[in-house]
């Protein structure tokens, strides 16, 4: 399925960075062809940005930063202005979706999906921004004025993955922008198509020049100053542990504002007097849903022992059922991985998992064909389920990043509290019963920064998102999520300045006693 003529040309020029307000070529004029994951066809060839093309994008910004072309926007026509680009991205939704699942090989049905979500947030602080006027505080004294004002961060560098690439990058600029930011991004350099039409969308909407800054290329080359420069005030990075490890070390250097989004373990708990057919439809969703290759997804399952082998049996049944396919399959439940290079890492991580001792009860290898459908020019690999789980295992503990589901069984709801909380991540779980109190007692324990109780995955604007431990530092979304790209001022007036006499005035004593 082919894209619009003036996408075509965006994605096909070479020249995808975008900075101080206009599309130019990579410094050294080096590209890099994108393929799709589902049929290795081509899909855009975008420059291979280095080093200097970052310095030149943080100094756009902080130029623009600097001479308050969009901090001196009022608050409220900023969130105007995400507003419409709110409704631009619905008006190119289908462009925008293709483009998505192109790079990522995801259903053109779920790709929709996104730019809706995508959307939503921006509607979300477009009507946020404003709100938030500050406050007065009573310093008991009638003459003083003190009150907090909330003002923008400054310079951001937004470094964002591969799975959800526009949604993620949708996450950090529309706070940026509602809080009067400017910003560098640098999406993964596996799935840019959208993160330039984004672009595309901020100059013809009319974002002065330099506010937004795009960067494409590998992380090696263009990351570390993006992480590193002095003129960068904070970074904002979702991916992995280790990436984002080296991340905040790198901040450091300059002490900036760093939030990290970086993954997790999820536990998905099921209790016996849960609606048994809605946790196995639910339970299919949280694992296998875009290859589970989601940062939330429910890839832990941990389950009463009581009904263990009559649910796992039929998470096989169902899991060996799932479609795959392209992303224009109308057909396909769920696509492929998005590398050969990932495709081989799930597989070692299902390996390792069988060689600790857990039993594989599907899937486990690559998928070349299904139901007489070629499937070999793509990066596919089946829904796969690994019982007789312990806790000491690394495919308990390691997060797969694909279609994998791991099982772990419990007797009481003190231990399924302790294996849901047995590891270094905290971003989501879950927890199915029809008892009330059960449900809130084990929400309440679960360390985790979003809990489910009857149902996964879904997530809401207006509501924060973030997890606990090793998943990251900071919270998207929601208020806090604006937060994030502000800082607190206190500003302290004193309307009837007076001498302090604190400090005794020499001249003058001795002035009076001569």
Not at 78 to 91: I, M, N, P, Q, S
Not at 102 to 130: C, N
Not at 133 to 162: C, F, K, Q
Not at 199 to 213: C, I, S, T
Request: net charge negative; charged share 20%; hydrophobic share 40%.
């Amino acid at each position: 399925m082919s894209l619009p003529q003036n996408t075509n040309q965006l994605l096909h020029s070479g020249s995808s960075l975008f900075i101080d307000g206009r599309f130019r070529s990579a410094d050294t004029g080096r590209t890099r062809e994108i393929t799709c994951p589902g049929t290795g066809e081509h899909v855009a060839t975008v420059s291979e940005g280095t080093g200097a093309d970052s310095e030149r994008a943080i100094a756009a910004a902080r130029a623009s930063f600097d001479s308050g072309v969009w901090t001196s926007v009022p608050a409220p026509q900023r969130g105007d202005f995400l507003l419409r680009v709110a409704a631009r991205l619905l008006e190119r939704q289908e462009e925008f979706a293709r483009a998505e699942a192109l790079d990522t090989g995801k259903r053109m049905y779920e790709a929709r999906l996104d730019i809706q979500d995508i959307a939503d947030s921006f509607s979300y602080f477009g009507k946020l921004s404003g709100q938030e006027p500050g406050r007065v505080v009573d310093a008991g004294d009638a003459n003083v004025v003190s009150r907090i004002v909330y003002e923008p961060v400054g310079v951001v560098s937004m470094i964002t993955p591969w799975n959800y690439p526009l949604l993620q990058a949708a996450w950090k600029i529309a706070p940026a922008l509602a809080a009067g930011c400017s910003f560098i991004l640098k999406p993964a350099e596996l799935t840019p198509s959208t993160a330039i039409l984004m672009m595309d969308v901020l100059q013809e909407l009319g974002l002065p020049a330099g506010v937004a800054n795009l960067v494409t290329g590998a992380g090696s080359a263009v990351g570390p100053a993006l992480s590193a420069h002095r003129d960068v005030d904070m970074v904002s990075f979702t991916g992995g542990l280790a990436t984002g490890r080296v991340i905040a070390a790198a901040a450091a250097g300059t002490v900036k504002k760093v939030a990290l989004e970086l993954g997790g373990k999820n536990p998905n708990v099921i209790f016996a007097d849960a609606d048994f057919d809605a946790a196995v439809d639910n339970a299919l969703n949280g694992a296998f849903v875009h290859s589970g290759q989601v940062c939330s997804a429910g890839a832990r399952l941990v389950v009463e022992e009581s009904i263990a082998e009559a649910f796992v049996d039929e998470l096989v049944r169902r899991a060996r059922l799932i479609r795959l396919g392209g992303p224009f399959d109308e057909n396909a439940e769920t696509g492929p991985l998005i590398s050969a290079a990932h495709l081989a890492k799930v597989d070692a991580y299902v390996q390792a998992g069988i060689a600790e001792g857990a039993r594989l009860r599907c899937g486990g290898r690559k998928a070349t064909n299904q139901d007489g459908k070629d499937l070999e020019s793509g990066h596919f690999y089946l829904p796969t389920i690994l019982d007789r789980v312990t806790g000491t295992m690394s495919v308990a503990r390691e997060e797969a990043f694909g279609p994998t589901l791991t099982v772990e069984t419990f007797r009481t709801e003190a231990q399924a509290v302790a294996i849901g909380n047995d590891t270094d991540y905290g971003l989501a779980g879950a927890v199915w019963t029809r008892d009330a109190g059960r449900a809130q007692r084990v929400a309440g324990a679960l360390r985790h920064g979003t809990v489910w109780i009857n149902d996964f995955h879904p997530y809401l604007p207006q509501a924060e998102w973030g997890g606990f431990g090793q998943s990251g530092v900071g919270r998207e979304l929601g208020p806090t999520g604006l937060a994030e790209y502000q800082e607190a001022k206190h500003i302290y007036q004193n309307l009837d300045p007076q001498v302090t006499g604190w400090f005794e005035d020499q001249a003058q004593a001795q002035d009076k006693d001569s």
